[in-house]
């Protein structure tokens, strides 16, 4: 994937106050609660507020079309572990990849 788009995708989950990993009920959730906070019927005294909305439909049409074109495994790699359990393995003392590995 191009550097651009993926600046792209960054910028739209922190439009839509998401971390760095997210399903797609949180990224729903986060664009419903997104339009109920900025929608121009809620906002009428704000003069921004068609721009903002535009730009939150954006960012969802950008991370549900990504989501929507994720392959995604659904079995064990050869190790018997899922993606980041393997990452965590194999990186996790790595001062550039470590980090605190979700439960």
Sequence with gaps: MKQDRWAAID???RL??????ASRNEIRSAYMKACRL??????TDAEDSEERMSLINSA????????????MSFLPNEDGMDDEDWW???FGQDPIWAGEKEE
């Excluded at 839509?16 to 990993?21: A, D, F, Q, S, V």
């Excluded at 969802?60 to 392959?71: A, C, P, Q």
Aim: aromatic share 16%; no cysteine; hydrophobic share 25%.
């Design 88 to 90: 965590f393995y194999h």
């Design 11 to 13: 910028r739209a989950r």
């Design 38 to 43: 900025n929608h121009p019927d809620k906002n």
């Design 60 to 71: 969802y049409r950008l991370l549900m079309e990504y989501s929507d074109n994720y392959r």
């Design 16 to 21: 839509l106050g998401l971390t760095e990993k």
